[in-house]
């Protein structure tokens, strides 16, 4: 495969520096897309969103982690470059462009909002499509590219329809793009650590996953060589610490589930769908403004106002604790958490005689998706595979017995001023146990 990208790569003329001392070589074309508009503008967009209240150094943008996604894209057609199967020059533009516009429509906590589901709001996957007839991204496409945006998209959602007439090799690249193990977490992983100030994502050693990256001798996806397998197993303990240290750090889910439950109340007065368009800056003050006077005016005031103002944790349940409400509560529909919720508060008005208001009570909980497997397949120097959680027990717990059960707690959370009397009244944790049961049973009681 012959793409100027690849010989920037090994003798590069023009870099971008990222952390951490990073340099992605930047050729003319690939510049002239990092210049449109769309894909500035995730330079505003922050790659964390509320993983900065707590970790203050984690407000690096999606523009730079799309540059990393790409350097290690590129990465990855280096080391399959002489492999006749990956001979077609369009095939590698179009998933060198992926990389780089992976996150292109994505808008402001996009992620936390798409979990909740509301009805009539398109996914960031839509919104890439839109973004990619932009005219400045189609003119740069006609001007430099052998590939065309809708084969791009292909790589983004896993549809060719037919497009290539290697088929096979999209296949390949695009589970290189998003699977178990891919590119995009090879970069996150270790950038949201870093900017995080610590340690637990960077633990394992990339280069190495590249360099033992093949294709699969079953079927046209990503497999590891048994040379990365220690490499893998660690990626997969790096994964597991980032969730349960940074991602769901209950701080962080507190911020997440007073932002959830703002834009709930918001949902019939702000035009979500439009606000795709939008950088952190402008999306923000468009929640305070809309909040203002609101119930959610406390909320959102808390999260972007002057001070900052986080629900506290009451309780928090997991399969080792809690397990019967851990499982009653995972996976609900967000309506239905916020339907048990205000029931819990109207409970413990009633138990207390405190004054609980229904927004002063979040329950968060793991979303209805479920976070994707890291279980890869390993091949051996005789062609035989077998997966990463069979060769190695402790990839197996980490990856698939408790990474959505144990790392992703139920919990709840209420008004910072409220906490302290609530524990106080209601004198242990079956007390409050017993009181979200009986809200659990309230809401599933109006359900029918």
């Known amino acids: 495969m012959d793409l100027p990208e690849i010989t920037a790569l090994r003798r590069p003329e023009s870099v971008v520096r990222i952390p951490d001392r990073q340099d992605v070589p930047i050729t003319p074309r690939i510049r002239r897309i990092l210049d449109t508009a769309p894909v500035r503008r995730l330079a505003s967009i922050s790659q964390l969103g509320m993983v900065a209240l707590v970790y203050p150094g984690a407000t690096h943008s999606r523009w ?8 290690y894209g590129l990465k990855l057609l280096d080391r399959f470059a002489i492999d006749d199967r990956f001979a077609d020059p369009a095939v590698g533009e179009a998933f060198l462009l992926a990389t780089l516009l992976h996150d292109v429509g994505h808008w402001p906590f996009c992620h936390p909002i798409e979990d909740m589901q509301l009805g009539g709001l398109s996914r960031h996957e839509d919104h890439a499509a839109l973004w990619m007839n932009d005219a400045e991204i189609t003119e740069a496409f006609e001007q430099d590219w052998r590939c065309t945006p809708d084969q791009v998209m292909g790589f983004l959602t896993g549809r060719h329809d037919n497009a290539w007439a290697n088929d096979d090799a999209c296949r390949f690249l695009t589970s290189c793009l998003s699977g178990p193990i891919d590119v995009d977490k090879l970069d996150y992983l270790q950038r949201d650590s870093w900017h995080a ?10 280069d190495r996953l590249v360099h033992s990256m093949v294709v699969h001798p079953e079927r046209p996806e990503l ?8 490499a893998a197993e660690m990626m997969v303990f790096a994964r597991y610490v980032m969730f ?3 991602y769901w750090h209950h701080a962080v889910r507190s911020a997440t589930a007073m932002l959830q439950r703002c834009v709930f109340l918001l949902q019939n007065r702000v035009d979500l769908e439009s ?6 800056a402008t999306w923000i003050a468009m929640i305070r403004r809309m909040a203002a006077g609101s119930m959610a005016e406390p909320l959102a005031e808390g ?13 928090q349940f997991d399969v080792i604790e809690g397990e019967s409400l851990h499982c009653r509560l995972a996976r609900r529909p967000y309506w239905w958490l916020v339907a048990a919720a205000e029931n819990l508060a109207r409970l413990m008005s009633t138990e207390t005689g405190l004054a609980v208001h229904a927004s002063d009570v979040l329950i968060d909980a793991p979303p209805v998706k ?4 890291i279980n890869i397949d390993i091949v051996d120097d005789d062609a035989q595979v077998r997966p990463l959680g069979r ?3 402790v990839a197996s717990v980490l990856a698939n017995r408790q990474f959505d059960r144990h790392v992703k707690r139920v919990r709840l959370f209420v008004r910072p001023d409220l906490k302290t009397p609530l524990m106080r009244s209601l004198d242990s944790p079956e007390a409050v146990e017993g009181l979200v049961a009986r809200a659990i049973d309230q809401a599933e009681k109006e359900i029918v």
């Open 223 to 230: 497999a590891i060589h048994q040379k990365g397998r220690t």
């Open 197 to 206: 100030g610590v340690p637990y994502g960077r633990n394992f050693d990339a």
């Open 244 to 246: 349960s240290e940074v």
């Open 303 to 315: 999260l972007f106002g002057p001070r900052r103002c986080l629900h506290k944790r009451l309780a």
């Open 64 to 71: 730079e982690h799309s540059l990393g996604v790409y350097h």
């Open 370 to 373: 479920l976070e994707v497997d």
């Open 275 to 280: 606000s795709f368009r939008m950088d952190d």
């Open 391 to 393: 060769l190695s027990p």
